[in-house]
Every structure is written in C-alpha cells, then in structure tokens.
C-alpha cells in the first residue's frame, strides 16, 4: 500500500552535486524514520543516511560531510543532497522508511522505493 519513488538521480562529473527525493504516498506512518542505502554492482546494498521524524540523523562514514539528508512531513518526502560527489558514489540509490532500530541495518526497514541511478564519472 505505500509507495517510495525516488527522483533526481543522473550522471554527474565527480566534484558534482545531486539532489535525489523521496516522495511517499499511501498509508504513512510519520514516526517512521527514513533511510538511504545504495548497492553498486557487484556489492551488497549499503547503509548511506538516516533521518528520524524529529530530524535527528545517522550517516555512513563515507557520507558524512558530503551528504545531508532532510525531510519535510508536510510533503511527505525525504531528501539527500549529495556533494563532493565521487566515483566511488556511483550506485542505484534507495530510500526507504524503518519502525524499527538499528536504522543502519536493511532490516528494520519495512518499504522500499524503486531505486535511482547515480553514475559519476571521473
């Protein structure tokens, strides 16, 4: 019944920004928290943010600093602003929303979106 879609993905030059959203429809549960993984080819999928409904946020080592993730309740969507882009960014990027802790693992998330390509090219 809920449905993630991811947006904002695309090919960037590293040093580069993007800015991907998370538009959620259905039955929401506004307590939830709200996560980014990725997977790159050949890699297990990968912890990047998390924002919980009060705006308190986790990130992977390898995002903090660079990104910065967001969201707005009264659109129902999250955001992850990506800076300083780099190749080793490049991924099909996820965002999904947990009831649960630990919000770094995939398993405390209950829904997913589609995903959206980012390619950053050297």
């Known amino acids: 019944q809920v449905q993630l879609v991811e947006s904002g993905g695309g090919l960037v030059e590293a040093g580069g920004s993007l800015r991907l959203s998370c538009a959620a429809s259905g039955r929401i549960f506004i307590n939830y928290a709200m996560g980014w993984f990725r997977q790159a080819p050949g890699k297990e999928r990968e912890f990047v943010a998390a924002i919980r409904w009060n705006s308190i946020t986790v990130y992977a080592d390898s995002a903090k600093g660079r990104f910065t993730v967001s969201r707005d309740n009264a659109k129902n969507t999250v955001y992850l602003q990506m800076d300083n882009l780099k190749v080793e960014d490049t991924a099909v990027y996820y965002c999904?929303?947990?009831?649960?802790?630990?919000?770094?693992?995939?398993?405390?998330?209950?829904?997913w979106g589609q995903g959206t390509q980012v390619t950053v090219s050297s």
């Open positions: 999904a929303a947990a009831p649960r802790l630990p919000y770094t693992m995939a398993n405390s998330y209950d829904y």
